[in-house]
C-alpha cells in the first residue's frame, strides 16, 4: 500500500484520481484548503496565506499536485493573476514544506506535479516533444514558472515529475463535458480554421499514466498526452460521429475573440503537437490509442 496525499481532489482529474486510488487498495490523503479538516488524514493548507501541516505529509510516499484555477474562463487582470498564483504559490508551499522535511524524513519520495501542453506555445503542426522549448505567451510563462517552483523539492533530493497533461476526455468534466450539450444538439463543429492540433488522451489513460509515474525513476517533465494528437477539425467531425450527431456548424475565429478575448486565442485556437515520448520510453502503453475508441470510453 502507498500513502498518496493529492492537492486539487476534488477536481475533475483529483477527483477520479482519489477514487481510482483508493479503489486499488492505496492510503489517499486529500489537502484541504478552506475550513476544519473533514476527514481523518486530510492535510489543511492555505496556498494564499502561506500555510501548510507539513508535518502531515511526513508518511506520505508520493504527493501528487494538481490544485490550479480553471484556466477556461474569460480572462480578466484579476483572472490572469488567480491563474497563475494559485498554480505558482502552491507549488512553491508544496515544494519548500517537502525540501525542509527531507533533512529529517526518509519521505515523501515522489513529487508529481501538474503542468500542462500549453507550456509549448502555440506552434502550428511542429512535432513537440519534452526537449522542446517553452513558449512565449501568457499559459506557456504560467507553466514556466509553474514547473519552476517545484525547485525546492528537486534541490532536496524528491524526485519530481511534472505532468504535462492535454486534452483529457471523459463526460464528466474538463473541455469535453462542456462541449457535449451543442453538439449532442447537432449544433457542434470546428473552431476557427480548424487547423489547429489537439493533444488528446482517455481520463483513463491519465489515471494510468499516474500510476506509472509513482513507481518509475523519471524526473522532470513528462507529457501526458495520447500517441495521435489530430486537428480541431478531425476532433469535432470524430466526437459528431460518436454522437451520431452532424459537426458542420463552425465557430468563426471573431466569435471566438468576442465571447472569450485573449482565451481564445491562448487556448481554443492554440495548437500543440505533442508526443509522450518520456512516457513511452518508459514502457507505458496506451489503453485507448485511437481517437474513436477514447471517445467511446469517454461518453459511456
Do not use: C
Not at 194 to 204: C, D, N, R
Not at 239 to 244: F, P, R, Y
Amino acid at each position: 500500500m502507498t500513502v498518496v496525499a493529492i492537492s486539487g481532489a476534488s477536481g475533475f482529474i483529483g477527483g477520479a484520481l482519489v477514487r481510482d486510488l483508493t479503489a486499488a487498495g492505496h492510503d489517499v490523503r486529500r489537502f484541504a484548503r478552506h475550513g476544519p479538516v473533514r476527514l481523518p488524514g486530510d492535510i489543511a493548507w492555505d496556498p494564499e496565506a502561506g500555510t501548510l501541516d507539513s508535518a502531515a505529509l511526513a508518511d506520505a510516499d508520493v504527493i501528487v499536485h494538481l490544485a490550479g484555477a480553471p484556466v477556461a474562463q474569460r480572462w480578466s487582470a484579476a483572472v490572469k493573476r488567480d491563474i497563475r498564483d494559485s498554480r505558482v504559490h502552491g507549488t512553491q508551499l508544496i515544494a519548500q514544506s517537502l525540501g525542509a522535511l527531507a533533512r529529517t524524513h526518509p519521505k515523501p519520495r515522489v513529487l508529481l506535479s501538474g503542468s500542462a501542453v500549453g507550456i509549448y506555445g502555440d506552434r502550428g503542426d511542429e512535432w513537440l516533444d519534452e526537449q522542446s522549448p517553452v513558449g512565449s505567451d501568457f499559459l506557456a510563462q504560467v507553466g514556466a514558472e509553474w514547473e519552476g517552483a517545484a525547485q525546492p523539492a528537486s534541490d532536496a533530493g524528491v524526485r519530481v515529475a511534472f505532468l504535462r497533461t492535454g486534452f483529457v476526455l471523459h463526460e464528466s468534466g474538463g473541455a469535453l463535458e462542456r462541449m457535449l450539450p451543442p453538439f449532442r444538439l447537432g449544433a457542434g463543429g470546428r473552431l476557427g480554421s480548424g487547423a489547429q492540433f489537439v493533444s488528446w488522451i482517455s481520463l483513463h489513460d491519465v489515471l494510468r499514466a499516474i500510476r506509472h509515474l509513482m513507481d518509475h525513476p523519471v524526473r522532470g517533465p513528462v507529457n501526458i498526452v495520447g500517441p495521435a494528437p489530430v486537428t480541431n477539425e478531425e476532433f469535432t467531425s470524430a466526437l459528431g460521429h460518436a454522437l451520431n450527431r452532424p459537426a458542420v456548424i463552425p465557430v468563426p475565429e471573431f466569435a471566438l475573440a468576442l465571447a472569450f478575448g485573449e482565451m481564445a486565442r491562448n487556448v481554443l485556437l492554440a495548437s500543440q503537437r505533442v508526443r509522450a515520448t518520456v512516457l513511452h520510453s518508459t514502457g507505458f502503453r496506451f489503453d485507448d490509442d485511437t481517437l474513436e475508441g477514447a471517445l467511446q470510453r469517454a461518453l459511456r
